[in-house]
C-alpha cells in the first residue's frame, strides 16, 4: 500500500541517518527532517477521510440528476431517532444511518423501525470511544464484528457500509476493513451540526454548496436536528433535491450475503 510505504520510508530514512550523524558529519537536519514531516503527515492524513490516504472511502455519488444522501451518525438515539424518522417521513425522504453498536443493543426497536421505514443502516463501531482511533488490527475488528453481529440479530441483515467514526482513519482501521470487507463512507458536506449551535447558519452553508451526487454528514443525537431537518428538508426539496439512501446514491447494495 503507498501509504505505508512512504510512512516506513521515512522511518527508515530517520535511523539511517541518525545513525549516520553518529560516524559521520552528515548535517542534523537530514535526520530530522523525514520525521518532522511524518509528524505532520500523520495526522493531516488521519484526519482528512476526503485525502483517501490509509484507505479509500466513498465521498459522494453520481453528480447527474437531483439525488442527495442524507446520513445520520452516531444513533440510535432514544429521542431523536424517532423525531429525525418522523420529519424524513413527513417529506418522503430516505436516509442512511450509521449506528453504533452499544445503541443498536439497547434500542433495537428503533433500529427495526429505521429499516421496516425504508431507510438504510450502517456500521459505525460498537463503541465510538474517544481512543478508538489509537486501536489496532486486532481491536478494530471486534469493533466491526460486534455491531454486524447486533444489527443481524435484529435485522437478519449483515451490513456492507462503515463509516469511521470521527472520520479518522488509519492503517489499522483500514487493515480491519480489507478483512471484514466493509465499504467506507465519507461524505462531501460535513455540517458540524453537533458543535454550531446556530441552525439557520448551518442551513444556510448546506443549501448554498448543495450539489447534485452529495452526502451529507448529520447526527440524530442532538435537539438542533429536528429545528435544522423541518428547515433543510423543504428549502432543498424547493431547489428539486430528492433525498435518497447512500446504495440508492452510489448505486451498490448495502447489505451483503450471508
Ligand atoms: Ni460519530
Do not use: C
Not at 451526487?213 to 435544522?228: A, F, P, V
Request: aromatic fraction near 12%; charge should be positive; charged fraction near 20%.
Amino acid at each position: 500500500m503507498k501509504s505505508k510505504l512512504i510512512f516506513y520510508i521515512l522511518i527508515l530514512d530517520s535511523f539511517f541517518f541518525t545513525g549516520l550523524l553518529f560516524y559521520f558529519d552528515v548535517k542534523w537536519y537530514l535526520a530530522v527532517l523525514p520525521l518532522l514531516v511524518l509528524f505532520i503527515i500523520i495526522p493531516i492524513a488521519s484526519f482528512n477521510i476526503q485525502l483517501n490516504f490509509f484507505l479509500k472511502s466513498i465521498h459522494n455519488g453520481n453528480p447527474d440528476g437531483n439525488k442527495t444522501a442524507l446520513t445520520f451518525d452516531d444513533g440510535p438515539h432514544p429521542v431523536y431517532t424517532s423525531q429525525v424518522l418522523d420529519i424524513l417521513q413527513k417529506f418522503n425522504a430516505k436516509a442512511t444511518f450509521f449506528l453504533i453498536g452499544q445503541n443498536v443493543k439497547q434500542y433495537p426497536y428503533l433500529v427495526k423501525r429505521i429499516v421496516d421505514e425504508g431507510h438504510t443502516i450502517g456500521s459505525h463501531s460498537f463503541t465510538h470511544s474517544k481512543t478508538i482511533d489509537f486501536k489496532h488490527t486486532k481491536g478494530w475488528l471486534r469493533e466491526l464484528e460486534e455491531t454486524d453481529l447486533e444489527i443481524l440479530k435484529i435485522t437478519g441483515k449483515k451490513v456492507y457500509f462503515f463509516r469511521p467514526p470521527f472520520g479518522v482513519t488509519t492503517p489499522h482501521l483500514a487493515s480491519a476493513l480489507k478483512k471484514t470487507g466493509h465499504l467506507s463512507i465519507g461524505w462531501n458536506q460535513r455540517t458540524y451540526d453537533t458543535v454550531l449551535n446556530d441552525v439557520g447558519k448551518i442551513n444556510r452553508k448546506i443549501i448554498k454548496n448543495a450539489r447534485p451526487g452529495d452526502i451529507i454528514l448529520l447526527h440524530d443525537r442532538h435537539e438542533n436536528i429536528i429545528t435544522l431537518l423541518e428547515q433543510l428538508l423543504p428549502e432543498l426539496a424547493r431547489k428539486n433535491f430528492t433525498f435518497v439512501t447512500v446504495n440508492e446514491l452510489i448505486d451498490e447494495k448495502p447489505y451483503t450475503e450471508i
